[in-house]
Nanobody
Framework: QVQLVESGGGLVEAGGSLRLSCAAS????????MGWFRQAPGKEREFVAG????????LYADFVKGRFTISRDNAQSTVFLQMNSLKPEDTAVYYC?????????????????WGQGTQVTVSS
């Protein structure tokens, strides 16, 4: 049974930082591209960042470029999202997701497995 478990969310002031983690089990982690998505109340789930199977290739949404960094540790079956210079508009539930194939993608429908999400709240 595949499980993706996010952690590291919380309440932070604008300009602050958080580091999200997503621990995977039940799959060959190094065979999967990983992505982070977020969903704010009343909005659709949107792509934040993605990383290839080896960790070499990364992909970011324009609104997080220069502020967020995705990384992975295949030995620990974990993907991370370092979030700096947080803004109130970054407030959302953040989800990690896994997909097979050759590269990460930006559409939620292209991902095979999902975590339960972790809440990030940025106060102004």
């Amino acid at each position: 049974q595949v499980q993706l478990v996010e952690s590291g969310g919380g309440l932070v002031e604008a300009g602050g930082s958080l580091r999200l983690s997503c621990a995977a089990s039940g799959l060959t982690f190094s065979s999967y591209n990983m992505g982070w998505f977020r969903q704010a109340p009343g909005k659709e789930r949107e792509f934040v960042a993605g990383i290839g199977r080896s960790g070499v290739g990364t992909l970011y949404a324009d609104f997080v470029k220069g502020r967020f960094t995705i990384s992975r540790d295949n030995a620990q079956s974990t993907v991370f999202l370092q979030m700096n210079s947080l803004k109130p508009e970054d407030t959302a539930v953040y989800y990690c997701a896994a997909r097979g194939g050759t590269i990460p993608r930006t559409r939620p429908v292209e991902y095979d497995y999902w975590g339960q999400g972790t809440q990030v709240t940025v106060s102004s």
